[in-house]
């Protein structure tokens, strides 16, 4: 069975703090393991796909990294705008119906 | 940008009656999802639907629950006779092919099972 496991649940960051949150997955096969922003009482915002080990993606303050256990994703200088929950999901490969299954998220919260 | 639109935002439902939750996914995608966050717990898969079949269902998906295509636009999920545990944040999604393509979200739809 497809595991997600995310570390810290909670981060409390001043403005510019740069830190790291972690995805840690168990998927037979990965097809592809995607980075999401949540703000409260919204729905899953897309960021990021990474397919393979080794792989990096960058937007604005955030950078992921892939390796073949675990996942990155690295705010740099952060604002209070990237306050938010960030969620880690996995595909694997011959998911027939390209499921998601999710990790339980890191509530980050930038303070000024 | 094209978005996943949902409604009602929010929907009150007695227990064991009928509800259905509707979506409007992104005009050319073409496969849809439904999953459901119950409070303060993970999003959790419930079924995808591709060329009006099911592609793939979870667990949860069990006989109470059905899914359909009804228009060119609109994507349904019904459930038959709610219980108290159905209460969640119910979210439809899409995505434009399959194999790794992202699926963009809605906002959701707040089931309160009463």
């Known amino acids: 069975e497809d595991q997600v496991t995310q570390s810290p649940e909670a981060l409390r960051l001043q403005e510019g703090e740069s830190s790291s949150l972690n995805c840690s997955y168990t998927?037979?096969?990965?097809?592809?393991l995607f980075w999401y922003r949540q703000d409260p009482g919204k729905g899953p915002e897309f960021l990021f796909t990474?397919?393979?080990a080794g792989e990096e993606k960058e937007k604005e303050r955030l950078k992921a990294t892939l390796t073949k256990k675990e996942s990155f994703l690295h705010i740099t200088a952060p604002k209070p705008e990237d306050s938010a929950t960030y969620l880690c999901?996995?595909?694997?490969?011959?998911?027939?119906?390209?499921?998601?299954?999710f990790g339980g998220g890191t509530r980050v919260l930038v303070k000024p | 940008e094209p978005e996943v639109t949902q409604t009602p935002s929010h929907q009150v439902t007695q227990m064991g009656q009928e509800v259905i939750l509707r979506c409007v996914p992104i005009?050319?995608?073409?496969?849809f999802y439904w999953y459901r966050q119950i409070l303060g717990q993970k999003v959790e898969f419930l079924v995808s639907f591709y060329n009006n079949e099911i592609s793939e269902k979870s667990e949860i998906f069990d006989d109470q629950f059905s899914v359909e295509r009804p228009d060119g636009s609109n994507f349904t999920l019904k459930i038959r006779s709610t219980k108290l545990e159905d209460s969640a944040m119910y979210f439809c999604?899409?995505?434009?092919?399959?194999?790794?393509?992202?699926?963009?979200f809605g906002d959701g739809t707040r089931l309160s099972i009463l």
């Open positions: 990474l397919y393979s």
């Open positions: 999901a996995v595909q694997a490969r011959g998911a027939a119906g390209n499921k998601l299954t």
């Open positions: 998927v037979s096969g990965l097809r592809g």
């Open positions: 005009s050319n995608h073409l496969y």
């Open positions: 999604a899409s995505s434009a092919g399959q194999n790794n393509q992202p699926q963009h």
